[in-house]
């Protein structure tokens, strides 16, 4: 199994300077990934295991928390929102957080001017403010739905991490018991 940080990918619709294109975004990269892990079975037997690991302050967030809404649309993939204690502080004093890219992991007493949004069609075309407290709602109701998506802490894992010369904490393995730098590897045991 692989786990995967997603919020490094720009947000969808945000445009690719570089090709004059737009973003596809994390939830169809995400797509794709089970697809191909469909394709992979471990000794012909079972399916790959995966973590998708999207954080709270990435402007798709809410896709994020509902792309596993609908059951066998992704496949093969564990889902948990990258979280910290600023993003709780925010739900317990009802304050706002910025949905941005690049990420701002600031919390707000209420939308800036820079309150644009996304267009008709969902692509990217700036910041959005969202209230941390309505964003753990809609994290709670889809976990109680069909159990996920799940609560990864980022900044406590960071605290903890024994190595950060060698990078920092952006996922897990497939069932969270393994907090992995980039390209890193678990060996759980036999």
Not at 5 to 29: D, F, M, N, W
Not at 47 to 58: K, P, Q, S
Not at 93 to 120: C, F, M, V
Not at 147 to 172: F, K, S, Y
Request: aromatic share 8%; hydrophobic share 30%.
């Amino acid at each position: 199994g692989v786990g995967f940080s997603l919020s490094h990918l720009r947000p969808k619709g945000a445009p690719i300077a570089t090709t004059q294109g737009k973003s596809c975004g994390p939830i169809e990269v995400l797509r794709t990934f089970s697809q191909i892990g469909r394709m992979i079975t471990q000794g012909g037997k079972r399916d790959g295991a995966h973590m998708a690991i999207l954080e709270v302050y990435h402007p798709d967030i809410e896709e994020f928390i509902h792309c596993k809404n609908s059951e066998g649309l992704i496949h093969n993939f564990n889902i948990s929102v990258g979280a910290d204690s600023n993003f709780m502080t925010a739900v317990q004093h009802d304050k706002w957080i910025k949905l941005a890219w690049p990420l701002d992991r600031n919390s707000y007493d209420g939308p800036q001017e820079d309150d644009t949004a996304k267009d008709k069609d969902g692509n990217y075309t700036g910041p959005q403010y969202i209230r941390a407290r309505e964003l753990w709602n809609e994290l709670i109701q889809g976990a109680w739905l069909n159990g996920e998506p799940g609560c990864v802490w980022l900044d406590r894992m960071n605290q903890d991490n024994t190595t950060p010369e060698i990078g920092q904490i952006h996922a897990t393995n497939p069932c969270g018991e393994q907090p992995l730098p980039p390209y890193g590897a678990c060996l759980l045991g036999s």
